[in-house]
């Protein structure tokens, strides 16, 4: 039994849709949440600039003492997971590696859409890891660059015309090439799920990054002995990088829990 917290953390409000899930699959686990709202969004800076924003991230959750990592956000994982697993004596879960398996496994016709961050589509990520799993797999990716700052913004309603349009036009060439799995690679994309699910149809399996790695990460503390003690209440702190109210209203919508004057903010560039 480890009685420790468990850091999660994004660049913004994505790796709440890691969260839920968590609250759902280890509602026993205490967790540190970091929201990095001040340089929201990630997805279009280079490697460079993402590996020194995740590394100041990291920095600052393990000023607790944590027992494992949870990386709910796809930039990060697809270009700075295997660096900062080789400077953490910590176990990290990214988000790629879960979803894929999942991926790999709801596809009938071995065709596959993803959607994520210009600096994800970028990295090959998504596809070098469906192929691993199975050569046959045709990916078609496309970066969505206009979706986390929507979100960010509150535009993720289905009804709401501004994010209705973005989307079809983003989804729709994509769908014609006929996949019936899609991978919505960036955990800002879930908050989406409804006005995704409208523009794709009955035809086309959601496959979510941050909920899959939440049952990674369950797997891995089971096989460590680190899960805590199944019969208490965890609890979760929030943290930001810029001021809490917006992170606050968004993250009670979508979590369902009423989170005013919950979240705390910090000085991340002191990390
Ligand atoms: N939630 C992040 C992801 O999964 C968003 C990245 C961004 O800030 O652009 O990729």
């Known amino acids: ?35 990095d709202t001040a340089r929201v969004p990630y997805g279009g800076r280079s490697r460079e600039t993402i590996l020194k924003y995740a590394r100041q991230d990291v920095r600052f959750l393990r000023s607790f003492d944590l027992k494992a990592i949870l990386i709910a956000c796809g930039t990060v994982t697809t270009t700075s997971l295997s660096t900062l697993q080789s400077e953490n004596d910590l176990p990290m879960v990214g988000v790629v590696e879960p979803t894929c ?95 995704i699910a409208g523009v794709c149809g009955p035809g086309v399996e959601l496959v979510s990054a941050g909920e899959e790695s939440a049952f990674e990460l369950k797997r891995l503390l089971k096989a460590g002995g680190l899960r805590a003690d199944e019969n208490r209440r965890g609890e979760t702190a929030f943290y930001v990088s810029d ?20 979240a705390r903010r910090i000085d991340i560039e002191q990390y």
């Open 1 to 35: 039994m480890d009685m420790r917290p468990i850091g999660v953390f994004d660049s913004g409000l994505g790796g709440l849709t890691a969260v839920r899930s968590l609250w759902r699959i280890l509602p026993e686990e205490d967790l540190i949440y970091f929201g």
């Open 101 to 195: 398996r999942r991926a790999a496994l709801v596809t009938k016709n071995k065709r596959v859409g993803m959607i994520a961050t210009s600096a994800s589509v970028r990295s090959g990520a998504y596809e070098a890891a469906l192929h691993r799993l199975d050569p046959e797999i045709a990916v078609t990716c496309r970066a969505c660059p206009l979706l986390v700052p929507l979100v960010e913004a509150g535009r993720f309603r289905p009804g709401d015309i501004v994010i209705e349009t973005v989307v079809r036009e983003y989804l729709e060439p994509l769908l014609e090439t006929g996949v019936d799995t899609l991978i919505l690679g960036c955990t800002h994309y879930p908050l989406l799920t409804g006005v």
């Open 243 to 262: 001021q809490a109210d917006d992170f606050e209203h968004t993250a009670s919508l979508f979590l369902q829990e009423d989170l005013r004057h919950s």
